[in-house]
């Protein structure tokens, strides 16, 4: 049926799209504190390459892994999803 071809293409592109968003607001949170990578992967215990695919959008981080950033950043979850405005690479 085209239409659940359709409704699945645009649902990847959203996904795509929102782990892209929720990337850059993990990098805009680890630049505004002068962390690295690594010192972030040292804060959160999460591997470095897990930290550099979350940036990217390559990965999509459990509820339970997206307490631990906001934890780490010292914000709540709401806070930390604040994903509406435009966020600079």
Known sequence: MWFQSFILSNFTAMKTELLIKFGKRIKLLRKERNWTQEKLAEKTGFHRTYIG?????????????????????????????KLEYEVQP
């Open 53 to 81: 695919m979350i940036e990217r959008g390559e990965r999509n981080p459990s509820l339970v892994s997206i307490n631990v950033f906001a934890e780490t950043f010292g914000i709540n979850i709401s806070e930390l999803l």
